[in-house]
């Protein structure tokens, strides 16, 4: 079953840094474009960030920045490291991942994603 799991969220104070990592299991990373969004409850789900293959990546206006986005094919990890944090980032973060034959490819909306993760929750305090 393909599958992949968030990590590393938790409560933090506004200008802390956290690493997300989404780890897949089963299978190498190796073919997949990659992205974070994050949602608020009663919100729309948002574009963070994108990973092709090659490791172009993209970011949000609100994101860019202080995210930055990469992956360790070798460890079927990709991160979103989170510097000075502000309680808008509060949020769950999802990680999402397609399979794609072009290594150059990444997407900034959801519904091109077919994996999803169940979240990892980023709460941050003033």
């Known amino acids: 079953q393909v599958q992949v799991v968030e990590s590393g969220g938790g409560l933090v104070q506004a200008g802390d840094s956290l690493r997300l990592s989404c780890t897949a299991s089963g299978r190498s990373i190796t073919w997949y474009t990659m992205a974070w969004f994050r949602q608020d409850p009663g919100k729309e789900r948002e574009f963070v960030a994108a990973i092709s293959r090659n490791s172009n990546s993209a970011y949000s206006d609100s994101t860019k920045g202080r995210f930055a986005i990469s992956r360790d094919n070798a460890k079927n990890t990709m991160y979103l490291q989170i510097n000075n944090l502000e309680p808008e980032d509060t949020a769950t973060y999802y990680c999402?991942?397609?399979?794609?034959?072009?290594?150059?490819?990444?997407?900034?909306?959801?519904?091109?994603?077919?994996?999803w993760g169940q979240g990892t929750q980023v709460t941050v305090s003033s």
């Open positions: 999402a991942e397609k399979w794609s034959p072009l290594e150059e490819t990444y997407y900034e909306t959801a519904f091109h994603f077919d994996i």
